[in-house]
């Protein structure tokens, strides 16, 4: 398994062949479940950044 990193943030990278997509879970998180998902690895390491980063914006408000 790859995993993806932003922002001192580590998430996993998996495939759903009944979706044909992309998709993944920030790792290490107990409180929370932040997921994101893609039809192609850009489109993942976009909303894993954008997750990661309105995650930031709301513990840190």
Known sequence: MKYLKYKG???SVEYSEED???YGKVQGMSKNA???EGKDVNELKKDF???I???IK????
């Open 9 to 11: 943030y580590t998430g």
């Open 20 to 22: 044909d997509c992309l």
């Open 34 to 36: 932040i997921t994101y």
């Open 49 to 51: 950044e954008g997750a």
């Open 53 to 55: 980063d309105d995650y």
């Open 58 to 61: 709301l513990a840190y408000q």
